[in-house]
């Protein structure tokens, strides 16, 4: 079953994602995994995916995420 990410809120969304983001790197602070999720919850194309995929993409692609 595939999540439908239109079924969440921005503000979830962007809580899962500093959530997930926080769990990758324990060295970044809340504020700062909130900005980026912050930023990136307004592009559609990283708003269609899984909370989840979203925080792993901006760290294995950083550059995908850049101007954030």
Request: charge should be negative.
């Amino acid at each position: 079953m595939t999540l439908d990410t239109t079924e969440l809120t921005d503000a979830d969304w962007v809580e899962r994602v500093a959530e997930r983001m926080l769990s990758l790197d324990r060295s970044l602070t809340g504020e700062e995994v909130h900005r980026i999720a912050s930023a990136i919850v307004s592009r559609a194309r990283w708003r269609a995916l899984s909370p989840e995929a979203a925080a792993d993409k901006a760290f294995d692609d950083p550059e995908a995420a850049e101007g954030i």
